[in-house]
């Protein structure tokens, strides 16, 4: 089965980082054009935070610039996030960018950031 599986999240304060991982259970990270870190808070939809294409490329939405620092290697690709805010707050989900393949979501890490 071709899925992604996200690790790494946890609980904390703002101002602190996380690293999240995510690899391919079915399907190989370099087989994709482009990945991306996608997030959904509570009763808000998902939303695509950064992508990186198979030449490296990168891109972030507004609110993740400057904070978030999405990279790959051979097997896994990975979301760095420093000066969390609170907003920051959602289950952070890994998938082909730009929309995602709908069998390939995983089950997602929460991210919860909170004094």
Known sequence: QVQ????????????RSLRLSCTNSGRSILSFDALGWYRQ????QRE???????GGSTNYTDSVKGRFTISRDSTNF????????PEDT?????NSAPSGVDE???????VTVSS
């Open 4 to 15: 992604f599986v996200e690790s790494g999240g946890g609980l904390v304060q703002p101002g």
């Open 41 to 44: 808070a509570p009763g808000k």
């Open 48 to 54: 695509l935070v950064a992508v990186v294409t198979r």
């Open 78 to 85: 990975f979301l760095q996030m420093s000066s969390l805010k």
């Open 90 to 94: 959602a289950v952070y989900y890994c």
């Open 104 to 110: 390939y979501w995983g089950q997602g890490t929460q």
